[in-house]
């Protein structure tokens, strides 16, 4: 069997068996319809938020790259904390915070009860998993943890905007639960922020007591030493040494609780008027962008996957025979022995 013996077969038995292709294709397509069908519809919300902070002496590029921890590092305790919001937005911290928060519009219920019911409402193949819901609370905190690192995305636009996205089945849940994320990414923000100046407010009124204490016990020591100098010769080193040196002292002192009561009176300041804002710019407000598998896109992929293999099964019998055929052909060739040409020599003229 030649090539071209090979597809006038190959088209007649095509041509024969059509049907049975066809039947496979349908069978196929509508499989794959089924699986699209069964697809959940998933509701995404997309919200970005932005820092307004209370100093109006930094620009917008510094309290982005402040906000994001991408500035420069300080190099004073009173600069601002490099606090990555992307890391705090999907921290278990924050997550677990979103979690326990009770929702007054959908029965008081906890944001990790609300998501794990859901989970359950779409169960089954090619669906969620479902969970047993356990009795204990933060057995439940802990599953919706889980569920809300899958579900929620923190990112950071090409124009330097926080964006935030959740992910659902329940559209009311999408937004309630993106509004708690910013809420408590906000708190926990500002918690840190203010945690970081209170930190430095009491290092640098630590620090400023103690240089105080220093020059209150190098006083005594000057008055102790003019007193017991009184009637001695000061022109003499052993007497005018000591209180070079303790002048020296002093001074080297007094420089430094110089800067202390300066950090001092910065750190309380900033202490004051430390009370950054995460400010929404697009709120998770309807409508939000909805997913689901497209029924037409699988279709299409069922009908041309059962095509092909309903092609290969009703032209496999003749594709066997032709490799067969074909092998055997090879076999038989490389076992002929090879015939061996004699060529007669002529005898040389004399």
Do not use: C
Request: glycine letters at 4%.
């Amino acid at each position: 069997m030649n090539s071209i013996e090979l597809i006038k077969q190959l088209l007649n038995r095509l041509k024969k068996f059509s049907w049975i292709i066809a039947v496979i294709a349908a069978g196929f397509g509508g499989f794959f319809y089924y699986i699209a069908r069964q697809s959940v519809l998933v509701y995404t919300s997309r919200s970005t938020v932005f820092p307004l902070n209370s100093s109006t002496e930094n620009s917008t590029g510094s309290a982005i790259s402040n906000l994001l921890g991408l500035g420069e590092s300080t190099k004073s305790f009173t600069g601002d904390a490099s606090i990555n919001i992307v890391e705090l937005a999907n921290s278990r911290r924050t997550r677990e915070g979103v979690a326990m928060v009770r929702i007054p519009s959908m029965q008081n219920k906890t944001v990790s009860e609300l998501l794990i019911e859901e989970n359950n409402r779409h169960t089954g193949f090619m669906q969620n998993v479902k969970i047993e819901a356990p009795r204990d609370s933060l057995s439940q905190i802990n599953i919706a943890s889980n569920l809300l690192k899958f579900a929620f995305v923190a990112k950071i636009s090409k124009t330097g905007i926080l964006e935030l996205s959740f992910s659902n089945t329940n559209q009311t849940l999408v937004r309630e639960v993106s509004y708690i994320y910013i809420d408590k990414l906000s708190e926990f923000y500002i918690e840190l922020k203010k945690k970081k100046a209170q930190i430095d407010f009491e290092f640098a009124v630590k620090k400023a007591d103690s240089l105080l204490a220093v020059l209150n016990v190098l006083d005594k020591r000057a008055v102790a030493l003019d007193e017991s100098t009184f009637f001695t010769n000061e022109g003499l080193k052993r007497y005018n040494l000591p209180k070079i040196n303790l002048a020296q002292d002093k001074a080297t002192v007094q420089s430094q609780y110089y800067y202390a009561v300066n950090n001092r009176e910065s750190a309380a300041y900033r202490l004051q008027k430390e009370t950054p804002i995460i400010e929404p710019l697009d709120k998770p407000e309807p409508p939000f962008d909805a997913a689901q598998k497209s029924k037409m896109v699988y279709v299409i992929i069922g009908l041309m996957l059962g095509s092909f293999i309903g092609i290969i099964l009703v032209s496999w019998k003749i594709i066997n025979r032709y490799l067969s055929d074909e092998l055997n052909r090879a076999i038989e060739k490389a076992s002929k022995p090879k015939e061996t040409l004699l060529v007669a020599q002529e005898e040389p003229v004399k």
